[in-house]
Every structure is written in C-alpha cells, then in structure tokens.
C-alpha cells in the first residue's frame, strides 16, 4: 500500500516556470541534458491529432488550473488508495514538492528522473547540475529527495534564471500561482501520475512503450472531463525526437 511521502510546508518559494517548450529545452540544457530529449507541444487530444506529436514520447507533462473540484478529487482519490492499496514500481523516483511554485521544475525532474535512473535510457551530461543531483537523490526516501531539492543551490540558481523568460509575464515571487505541472510516465509495464502536492504515485493502470502516448492521454482526457469547464489544460511531451523531424 502506498504511504504518503511527506508533508510539504512550502516555506521556500521560487518564481513560476512558464509552460513553453522553448524555455523547457534551454532549462534542462543548462542543467545537463543533452540534446535530443526535449519538449513539444502536444496540440490536442484527439487521436488524429496524435499522430503530429514527435516520436518517441517518454514522458507526457500536464498542465492545468487547479480548482475546488480537482481538490476535492484527490481527497477522494488518496481515500480510495489508502484503503484498497496500489502496485507502485520500486523503480519510480517520486519529489514530494515542498517549494512553492515549483511544480515545473518538479515536471520536469520526474520527467528526466524516471528515464535515466534504474537502467533508464536517458544519458545525461556527466557531472552535469541534473546528473550529480539525481546521483545523490536517487536512492534516498521521497522526504530526503525533496529536502535535497530545497538544498540545492546550483539547481535554484538555474530555475530562477529561467522562470524569468518566456512570453508571458514574470508574476512577483510572492504571488501565489494555481497553475499546476504533473507527470505521467511508463514504468515496468504501468502508466504512473508523479504529482509532488500529492503523497505518493498514482498507478493509472497497465501500458508499454508502444501505446504509452495515447494510454496517457486517455489519463489526460480524465482530468478534463473531471473539470469539463476548465479551459486551461495543456500538454507537452518529453521526446528524443529529433528537431528537424517536427
């Protein structure tokens, strides 16, 4: 049965990442991921427009508003899950999110966590900022990852630098931002939802590389059709496609 990770309390606060694949690719650049993994919008959720989504796709970041109806969804969701239990691989690496307005980073780091680590294909530039923090992450419990996290000063630093560009206004550092980055990713033949404001990984069920894409929009749809008069849902796909190929 899955236990919950840790309590966040927030008390760290970091400007917002904007939710653009450009800013995206030049973020995990300058923290050591190299060239092809990179992001893509995904520009909608019907099947037919899946097709236009760069292949291969290991990681889907969702993005979207959250609101009474989605907090009231996950309290019922943890209920079910603490009394019926869940299969959570012991090779997913889960953050507990304990720094406000963190939720990209926390995208983007279980994005590239859970394709490097425990024989992941994912190569990462060696002593590079991303490598020497999941190093030291890895293997810790989830309360002792996001304490690492807050500690982490080489990772900040890059995070600020970034939450300043994009195309949208920088909000102040003490605004408080309800726009919220979760990540779905295929471990051991499941489909996984690491959300650090929730207390342990979401099992969505079985999938394989192949059908992962559209396995994980189908998770998406579910979150839209939760909150159907939310219009504020987007989609970006972690890949290692290359760029002239989209």
């Known amino acids: 049965m899955s236990t919950p990770a840790t309590q966040p309390s927030k008390k ?9 694949p450009e800013v995206l690719d030049k973020y ?19 099947e037919e427009l899946l097709a236009f989504v760069p292949q291969p796709v290991h990681a889907l970041i969702l993005l979207f508003p959250i609101t009474p109806k989605y907090e009231e969804y996950c309290k019922e969701e943890q209920q079910k899950i603490d009394q019926n239990g869940q299969i959570v691989s012991s090779k997913i690496v889960f953050y507990p999110q304990t ?5 990209g980073t926390m995208g983007v780091i279980h994005s590239i966590a859970n394709n490097w680590a425990h024989g992941g294909s994912l190569k990462l530039k060696e002593d590079g900022i991303m490598e020497k923090f999941l190093k030291k992450t890895v293997d810790l419990s989830p309360a002792e990852r996001a304490k690492a996290l807050e500690e982490d000063k080489s990772l900040a630093s890059v995070h600020e630098s970034h939450a300043s560009t994009g195309q949208t206004e920088t909000p102040n550092l003490a605004d408080e931002v309800n726009l919220h980055f979760v990540c ?18 979401i099992n969505h069920g079985t999938t394989s590389n192949e059908t992962f894409l559209l396995d994980a929009i189908n998770v998406a749809k579910e979150f839209v059709k939760r909150d159907p008069d939310n219009l504020n ?14």
């Not at 295929?186 to 690491?194: K, N, P």
Request: glycine share 6%.
């Open 12 to 20: 760290i606060r970091w400007l917002p990442l904007e939710s653009n």
């Open 28 to 46: 995990v650049r300058d923290l050591g991921v190299p060239a092809p993994w990179r992001y893509a919008d995904v520009m909608g959720l019907d």
């Open 99 to 103: 720094i406000s307005n963190a939720c």
């Open 184 to 201: 779905l990713v295929e471990r051991d033949g499941h489909l996984y939802e690491l959300d650090g404001n929730k207390p342990y990984p």
């Open 233 to 246: 849902f987007s989609v970006i796909a972690a890949t290692t496609a290359e760029e002239e190929d989209y």
